[in-house]
């Protein structure tokens, strides 16, 4: 069973932002993926179809969590007694106890907004404003650097990486938005960016995007990347 956490006052001036919770790889077809956002757990999955559900990690019938169900391609199962969730609506479509009855609508899981662009999954808790410059503008041709939980609020975060020297990326940094640096040259072309999750209060996730066309040997630059940010997590850590 899992306790339902209200929101942090810090965490609720990003409630109505889209925020990227995990990797589109982190999500493959079957897979019950356990998020977290503003202190929200997140059971997180697709239906046959590929379609992206982000629902409250919650079995609205006695609160265990989902994640520990059953993927059944288009409903997801709850382990404790069996009630089935539809993909999309969340709403109760099977209760075992009762195999002949049609559940009424009111029970279902709740669902949160969700998108999935450019390799990352996005989710707001509530109904978001606009849809951010962090999802309209990653460069077309990027890859995905590792992600890394960092022991900080967002906002120790977010000033850190606005700080740091990331080689070989270089360049000028900037917050587009209050989630989300972006690295650019002097030339202006965009070398690298970093989204950031507010898991809980004082935890954090970050996601890099690094320019493909930056340097041209990807690889290296990428270890290099994951190893700087590696560093500065110790560093923020250490910090707070
Ligand atoms: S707790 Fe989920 S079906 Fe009972």
């Known amino acids: 069973m899992n306790d339902r956490v209200s929101m942090h006052p810090a965490l609720a001036a990003y409630r109505h932002r889209w925020i990227v919770i995990a990797r589109t790889a982190d999500v493959p077809a079957g897979h019950l993926f356990h ?18 559900n982000v629902w409250e990690n919650r079995c609205p019938h006695r609160g265990v969590r989902l994640t520990i169900g059953s993927h059944l391609g288009d409903q997801l199962q709850c ?50 404003s606009s849809e ?48 989300t640096v972006v690295v650019r040259h002097a030339t ?3 070398t690298l960016r970093w989204l950031i999750q507010p898991s809980t209060v004082d935890t954090s996730i970050v996601y890099g995007v690094h320019a493909a066309t930056v340097g041209g040997a990807w690889l ?11 560093s500065l997590r110790s560093t923020i850590e250490a910090q707070t």
């Open 132 to 179: 951010p410059a962090s999802i309209a503008h990653l460069p077309a041709d990027h890859h995905p650097l590792r992600s890394a939980i960092m022991r900080a609020p967002a906002e120790v975060v977010a000033a850190a990486l606005l700080r740091h020297a990331f080689a070989p990326a270089g360049g000028t940094a900037q917050r587009i938005d209050p989630l």
């Open 188 to 190: 202006g072309q965009e």
């Open 79 to 128: 382990r404790y007694h069996g009630w089935r969730y539809a993909t999309g609506s969340g709403g109760c479509v099977h209760i075992p106890a009762h195999p002949n009855e049609t559940p009424p609508a009111r029970i279902g899981v709740k669902v949160f907004r969700a998108l999935e662009r450019s390799g990352f999954i996005w989710a707001s808790t509530e109904e978001p």
């Open 220 to 230: 290296e630059a990428a270890q290099q990347l994951n190893a700087s940010l590696q």
């Open 35 to 52: 998020g977290r956002l503003l202190g929200e757990e997140l059971a997180v999955w697709r239906n046959n179809a590929g379609h992206i």
